[in-house]
């Protein structure tokens, strides 16, 4: 059996393979290098990423812009962009964007972290930045688990999500608790703007391309430190059917981690 | 040019600014503290940014992004420090980023840290070990240049007493904007102008081929290229000491940095008191001046090694010699309450008794 009964979910077993990819459309978005990428199918990074590069686009910032990616799965497009790229460590990317955004003020400056790269390994990095009112933008690609090692548990992990090593579920009393990473940013004074968006449906994908467009604006007026947190879907790692994932997403996650935005902006009706 | 007395730390910052160092990032510890507080006082006024970075682990981080943008960029720190930097100086050989760290160790004990390093990988990075205020002035210029023409970290490596001693200098002026020399050869250094082009710039420690060219990463292929990098730049830098009264010498004394200084200063004093005993003096540990000390031992029946740590170097110096001369360690770490490698062993006439002891030991065989 593939499959097994989870409380009222049915989930995939963890020792088995994802489903082998199809080749649904072989389109290559705006600024992406090649449009095959290696991601899983249905994982929601690849969608972020282009949302990201096409309001980097829409904005005119193509030939002034860099960014700093961080290490995980998206780390597969840090090679496959037509923007220029600082490959990070693990956790490093604020730091270094730092440095970047320093010597050069007129660049817009973005970094590009997940949430094991950004949360776990990194913490102290994105807060400082914010903190500092560093004139960049971080955006966070946040799945709630280390992808790129196999999906296991991060310190987004909401209460009750299943990962490799949380497989009944994270429990508050054993695992501790998911640090609301957004709302942590929005409350500390050098944050000009924070939202978190997703990439589950249409609607929320647009909704997130007007959060990065109005980050990057923030930034480009030179008001300090703006972040967007992207929730995305890991079917690989959440262990669940490609197509579950979304609905996953605004059941599980996003109970957690609330889609809207968080400080700054014109915060539109509707969004807290 | 006039000479000024100045602080150790004081002439380091300003030979960096007067070289076009125009980011430095750093966190405070003792002895390196007073480095980062003149960058601060002097970057600002020309132009360049000094971040006061909230640890080391981002100092090195913020300098590695300066860097990127071709600007000459530099940190440092201290041991404690300098091992949390590890993980990024050995990524950024592989990435092959200029960047030069100055270590003000506590101590000698930081010398395999500084030569072999804790990081990951295949790397390895120069490092220069003055012994004096001026020697440091001098090789602040030439740390930048090793860093830029290798795409390398390069390190400084120095101590307390270097950092905290005042001495007449010559130090080149500061005060000029950057000549613009440092970005200019560097066709790799990121500003986002080539977004759009369809060969965007990526500067990564895990490649520079681009998926539209059908490799990606590659690895394999990136690490040996890099690999091979690190060889030619290990074997393309000339080694180079300070050696003295080698020639008919019994005792060759090998000691850097500063009680290399000391060594130097005692056996000049055996020497015109008639005792056979010379000195070499490295000031590039890595790549560490074999043939030199080859040379010097030649003729000698023993080789002692001082050193302020419990016996680092002796390792390199055997390495040179292959166990064609007799190595003994005559040194031993000396502290301070306060750990700073301040100890009262540091002494020219306690240093030149250990000398005397072991040139009596040798010569009684
Ligand atoms: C210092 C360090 N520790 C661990 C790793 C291994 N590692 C690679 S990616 C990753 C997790 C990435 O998680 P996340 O940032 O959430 O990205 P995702 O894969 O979920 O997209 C880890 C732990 C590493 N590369 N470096
Ligand atoms: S493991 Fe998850 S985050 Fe990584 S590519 Fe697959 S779906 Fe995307
Ligand atoms: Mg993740």
Redesign the interface.
């Known amino acids: 059996m593939d499959t097994e009964l989870v409380g009222q979910r049915v989930v995939l077993r963890t020792d088995r393979r994802p489903d082998d990819a199809t080749l649904v459309d072989d389109f290559t978005p705006e ?1 992406v ?2 449009g095959a ?2 991601l899983c199918p249905g994982c929601g990074e690849p969608i972020a990423i282009r949302s990201a590069v096409e309001c980097i ?1 829409e904005l005119g910032a ?5 960014s ?1 990616f961080g290490i995980g799965c998206y ?2 497009f ?12 693990h956790g ?1 990317a ?11 003020p007129d ?2 400056v973005l970094t590009v972290q997940g949430d094991g790269d950004m949360v776990n390994e990194g913490l ?2 994105v807060l ?1 930045a914010a903190a500092r009112g560093e004139n960049i933008t971080c955006v966070l690609l946040n799945n709630g688990v280390f992808g790129e090692t196999g999906g296991h548990i991060t310190s987004t992990t909401v209460l009750g999500q299943r990962t490799k090593n949380t497989l009944d579920g994270r429990d508050a009393e054993r695992d501790g608790y998911p640090i609301l990473i957004g709302d942590l940013i929005a409350s500390m004074g050098g944050t000009a703007y924070a939202a978190r968006g997703a990439v589950n449906d249409a609607g929320n994908v647009a909704r997130t391309r007007r959060m990065l467009a109005a980050a990057f604006a923030t930034q480009e007026r030179g008001e300090g430190f703006s972040f967007v947190e992207i929730l995305t879907m890991c079917p690989t790692g959440w262990f669940i059917e490609t197509q579950e994932s979304p609905d996953y997403l605004a059941d599980v996650i996003a109970g957690t981690h609330q889609i809207g935005v968080l400080k700054g902006g014109d915060v539109p009706k509707g969004d807290r | 040019m006039a000479r000024r007395l100045m602080e150790g730390s004081e002439a380091i910052a300003e030979a960096m600014v007067a070289v076009d160092c ?2 430095f ?1 750093g966190y405070p510890m003792t002895p390196f503290t007073e480095i980062l507080e003149r960058m601060a006082e002097f970057l600002p006024p020309v132009g360049g ?1 000094c ?1 006061n ?3 080391e ?13 071709g ?1 000459r ?1 530099a940190t440092g720190s201290t041991g404690q420090g300098l091992a949390l930097m590890q ?2 100086i050995s ?1 950024m050989c592989t ?1 092959r980023i200029p960047l030069v760290v100055i270590n003000m160790g506590r101590g000698q004990g930081d010398y395999f840290q500084a030569t072999r390093g804790g990081g990951h990988g295949d790397y390895r990075t120069p490092v220069l070990a003055p012994s004096t205020v001026a020697e440091a002035v001098e090789l602040v210029p030439l740390a930048f240049d090793l860093a830029d023409r290798w795409r390398n970290p390069v390190l400084i490596y120095g101590d307390y007493y270097l950092g905290h001693t005042s001495q007449a200098v010559e130090v080149q002026s500061k005060d000029h904007a950057s000549t613009g020399r440092a970005v200019a050869d560097k066709p790799w250094a ?18 520079e ?4 060219d059908g490799v ?2 590659d690895l394999a292929e990136h690490l040996e290229r890099a690999g091979a990098a690190t060889l030619e730049m290990g074997a393309g830098i000339e080694p180079f000491c300070d050696v003295g009264h080698c020639d008919d010498a019994d005792l060759v004394v090998v000691a850097f940095g500063t009680i290399g200084r000391f060594v130097r200063w005692v056996v000049k004093e055996l020497r015109s008191e008639g005792h056979r005993v010379g000195y070499v003096r490295p000031i590039t540990l890595f790549p560490f001046p074999t043939e030199a000390v080859v040379e010097a031992a030649a003729g000698a029946r023993s080789v002692a090694v001082y050193e302020n740590n419990l016996g680092q170097m002796i390792d390199d110096v055997r390495l040179s010699v292959l166990g064609s001369c007799p190595v003994e360690f005559i040194g031993g770490l000396s502290m301070d309450s306060s750990g700073f490698g301040v100890g009262p062993e540091i002494d020219a006439p306690k240093i030149r008794a250990r000398i005397l002891a072991e040139l009596e030991r040798v010569e009684a065989r």
């Open positions: 600024l290098d090649v990428h290696h686009a193509v030939e002034r812009t860099i700093v780390t597969a840090s090679n496959n962009l037509d923007i220029e790229v600082l490959q990070a460590l490093r604020p730091s270094l964007a730092t440095g970047v955004k320093r010597m050069r660049a817009l102290q990095e400082h | 125009r980011f990032a940014v971040m970075a909230e640890s682990l981002e100092a090195i981080g913020m300098a590695w992004g300066a860097a990127a943008t600007a960029a993980e990024s990524e990435a990121l500003d986002g102008s080539t977004g759009g082009s369809g060969r965007a710039k990526l500067l990564s420690s895990l490649g081929a681009k998926q539209r990606g990463y």
